[in-house]
Nanobody, 123 residues
């Protein structure tokens, strides 16, 4: 069994920053490509950023480049999502997920999911 636990969400003002963390337990962290997704009220779950098993390759949704970045700490079995210059449109529940494959932008490829962490951007 693989468990993913997100943390770091909360309320932030527009223009602010947050760093989300997702810690993986139950299997070796490097067995999985990791991804971050988000789901806003009334919308479908959308890809945010991903990283390969080795951590060497990262990719993100085009519209978020320059504001959001993904990184890993293999020693801590943790993947991070750094979010800067946050906007109200970034308000969503953010999920991390583990992909036993090479890493994808489609949610269907991901096998394991965390419970999500709420991010609210509001003044």
């Amino acid at each position: 069994q693989v468990n993913l636990v997100e943390s770091g969400g909360g309320l932030v003002q527009p223009g602010g920053s947050l760093r989300l963390s997702c810690t993986v337990s139950g299997r070796p962290f490097t067995n999985y490509a990791m991804g971050w997704f988000r789901q806003a009220p009334g919308k479908e779950r959308a890809f945010v950023a991903g990283v390969s098993r080795s951590g060497a390759v990262t990719y993100s949704e085009d519209s978020l480049k320059g504001r959001f970045s993904i990184s890993t700490d293999n020693g801590k079995n943790t993947v991070y999502l750094q979010m800067n210059y946050l906007k109200p449109d970034d308000t969503a529940v953010y999920y991390c997920a583990a992909d036993r494959g090479v890493g994808h932008v489609q949610a269907d490829y991901y096998t394991y999911w965390g419970q999500g962490t709420q991010v609210t951007v509001s003044s």
